[in-house]
């Protein structure tokens, strides 16, 4: 295994080679940052229970993944969800041939960084790296440092976007380990509406790309977001995900993730309550098995006034597998009539696996409502004897609770289409338990 | 009846729960075709007798026997007990959220099928016999969508249980407080539902705190249980006499 300071002196050579988009801002700030900043490791707070040494053993950041794939199989993984605006990314990099989204980008609604107009490019430069600071986040600084392309989504004020917006980002089987870097500014200006569902997904069980997210997203005055997440790659797959958000007055952000385990992931969702009344909805659920591990870290800065955030993450945690739940509401000084609300629900269904979750709250304001909770359990033994009584076996009894936990929150994705594509994932996911496999089989398939 | 040998025979049954006696030394004979009603004051040991007739995991048999179908009941496990034809109706069925009750249904009514050796119901066929058993206890379609048992109102909770005993079809059914908390309309739907699956083979053991459900199931035979054990049998004039003078009388 290579030392930290090596491996930061390869990425640094990788950044030399690499060529950013020469109007953009971002690169040079990042590259300062960069320098000044370590490998995250587990000195750190924020990264206590992650060590970055379990990607340290491939050779991912010496290189750029390649965007190979099996084209058929793309196809088919991404034309489950009709009636949306297509992007498709392939290891990084955009794929014109699997992507739609012609309509949106004559509206210039979407837009990639390298076919940006003037404006369009003033917009990018005034707005990237402003709510997520490369000096604060290593990997935001690694990924903006080569900076060669975007995607950047403008909802003009008082519009509604007729169709869900749909990122996918495809990771497939390379020759050699690479890494993959995306970035997506988002822009709804006010008293504008829009889904956006983002589906990173896989071909291929050896996936060697560690794929880089970082997204940055503005919703301002009375607009609205739907932010629909579903992170279903193999398990062979590794991923930094950094999703920061900033809500303007009377804003509405609403988001519904599903994480599933892998090597590495890593979500970090940080929101900042910008104006007064803004509101914001995080419902997530994670899980993870064999020897996974998932780290979610969300951190709610209340700025302002008046707003009201409820944040509700369950955790399905099995085998060996290890997950971490840290979420964090700050109560600024200023933010007076605040309610936030946290809860953080586990299932832990083995001995062997492990469960850090660790809600807090800072609280600077004294006229606040604010709740957080967090719990760890086993199957309820009422329960399952209910399920018994009916004549299931122990075995399906369990998984059919196991499922209901789950579900819980799939069904509270408001689109059918994402449900049904989630359970699929799901069944996916629990190819090896014959149960499990079977409901959510059954549940995909449901009308 | 008298020629044919007994569905349930319960022979001074001792049980706990969490180390304390509850049923202290039971004895009850059920033949197919007949409805049994369980009457007594609470905390007399009615719904522990239920319970324990399923194989509730908590609750412990300290002493006695279970025969039924000729057969020790105490050893199977309670799915076994069900796929044999046990069925247990719960005074507080479980919420389950995410799991629908279609799905919940189905998989309940395929593990009793495959064990007697009939094949699964496609689910087309399962899903317009659920349909069916649904219209006949006034309940929407929408309700087989629905989590098992989630945000149902007491009453929908109770004819959900109805319905799994009209789609799991047992040879005994256990019915524990199925007439609590229900209006006198659903009372009646619920008991209309019961009487419908009456037969010559199925036996029915009712546990209720009153009278009044045996106004809409009449029942062959009434038993009062005291302090864990059946202190008087008789008949449905019983139960009227019950009501009548509460049950202090028989203590």
């Not at chain 1, 979407?110 to 290593?138: R, Y």
């Not at chain 1, 509405?252 to 590495?264: D, I, W």
């Not at chain 2, 689910?123 to 929408?142: G, H, V, Y």
Request: aromatic share 6%; with cysteine; glycine share 6%.
């Amino acid at each position: 295994m290579i030392s930290p300071s090596e491996l930061k002196q390869q990425m640094q050579q990788q950044i030399e080679q690499s060529q950013s988009l020469d109007w953009l801002h971002i690169p040079a700030r990042a590259k300062t940052a960069l320098a000044q900043q370590d490998l995250p490791n587990r000195k750190l707070e924020s990264w206590k229970y992650t060590s970055v040494a379990a990607i340290q053993n491939t050779d991912y950041f010496t290189t750029l993944a390649k965007p190979e794939l099996d084209l058929t199989a793309a196809q088919k993984l991404i034309k489950t969800l009709p009636d949306v605006s297509r992007l498709v990314f392939i290891n990084g990099r955009i794929n014109l041939e699997l992507s739609d989204y012609s309509d949106l980008e004559n509206q210039g609604i979407i837009t990639l960084f390298s076919n940006a107009n003037d404006s369009q490019k003033a917009l990018i430069n005034k707005h990237l790296g402003s709510i997520c600071d490369p000096e604060q986040h290593f990997f935001a600084a690694l990924n903006y440092a080569q900076s060669n392309e975007g995607v950047l989504i403008h909802v003009p004020a008082e519009f509604k976007v007729g169709q869900p917006i749909l990122m996918v980002y495809l990771s497939s089987d390379t020759d050699s380990p690479g890494m993959a870097h995306t970035r997506s500014l988002v822009i709804v200006e006010p008293r504008s509406q829009l889904e956006l569902i983002e589906q990173y997904d896989s071909i291929g069980n050896h996936l060697q790309s560690l794929h880089n997210h970082v997204e940055e997203i503005v919703v301002m005055e009375n607009a609205q977001l739907r932010h629909l997440r579903i992170q279903a790659e193999d398990e062979s797959h590794a991923m930094i995900n950094g999703l920061h958000i900033e809500l303007a007055a009377n804003s509405h952000y609403e988001q519904h993730a599903l994480t599933l385990g892998s090597l590495l992931k890593r979500n970090d969702i940080n929101i900042v309550f910008q104006g007064q009344h803004a509101y914001a909805q995080l419902n997530g659920v994670f899980l993870s098995k064999h020897r996974q591990h998932i780290d979610n870290h969300i951190n709610l800065e209340h700025a302002s006034a008046h707003c009201n955030s409820d944040t509700e993450y369950k955790g399905f945690v099995s085998d060996n597998s290890r997950a971490i739940f840290n979420g964090r509401i700050h109560i600024h000084p200023q933010a007076q009539k605040t309610a936030a609300h946290l809860n953080n629900k586990n299932l832990l269904l083995s001995k062997q696996a492990e469960l850090n979750t660790k809600p807090e709250l800072e609280i600077y304001a004294d006229d606040v409502q604010c709740s957080h909770g967090a719990s760890i359990g086993q199957l309820d033994e009422q329960s399952l004897f209910y399920f018994q009584s009916r004549g299931n076996d122990r075995a399906t009894a369990e998984a059919m609770l196991c499922m209901g936990f789950v579900n819980e929150m799939v069904r509270r994705f408001p689109n059918e289409n994402v449900q049904r594509l989630i359970a699929d994932r799901l069944a996916r996911y629990f190819n090896d338990v014959d149960q499990l496999h079977a409901l959510w089989s059954m549940e995909s398939n449901d009308e | 009846m008298s020629n044919t040998s007994p569905l349930l025979e319960v022979k001074d049954l001792v049980a706990a729960v969490d180390g304390k006696t509850i049923l202290n030394g039971l004895s009850l004979t059920v033949n197919p075709g007949e409805i049994h009603a369980i009457m007594g004051p609470n905390g007399s040991g009615k719904s522990t007798l239920s319970n324990v007739l399923a194989g509730r995991p908590d609750y412990e048999v300290l002493s006695g026997t279970v025969q039924y179908k000729g057969k020790d009941l105490l050893e199977l496990k309670p799915e076994e007990r069900a796929r044999e034809g046990i069925f247990l109706a719960f005074q507080y069925p479980v919420e389950i959220p995410g799991v629908s009750n279609m799905h919940f249904l189905k998989a309940s009514v395929d593990s009793i099928r495959k064990h007697q050796g009939l094949a699964e119901l496609d689910t087309p066929s399962f899903m317009k016999l659920a349909r069916e058993k649904c219209k006949d206890l006034k309940l929407k379609p929408e309700f087989l969508k629905r989590g098992v048992n989630e945000g149902f109102s007491g009453g929908e909770k109770k004819r959900n249980e109805i319905l799994q005993m009209a789609l799991l079809e047992p040879l005994l059914a256990l019915l524990d407080e199925t007439d609590s908390g229900l209006d006198i309309d659903a009372l009646q739907i619920a008991a209309e539902g019961i009487n419908a699956l009456r037969n010559a083979q199925r036996a029915i053991i009712l546990v209720t705190h009153y009278q009044r459900l045996l106004n809409y199931i009449v029942p062959d035979y009434v038993h009062v249980l005291a302090g864990g054990k059946i202190v008087k049998s008789g008949t449905r004039e019983l139960a009227l006499e019950l009501e009548d003078k509460g049950y202090g009388w028989i203590q």
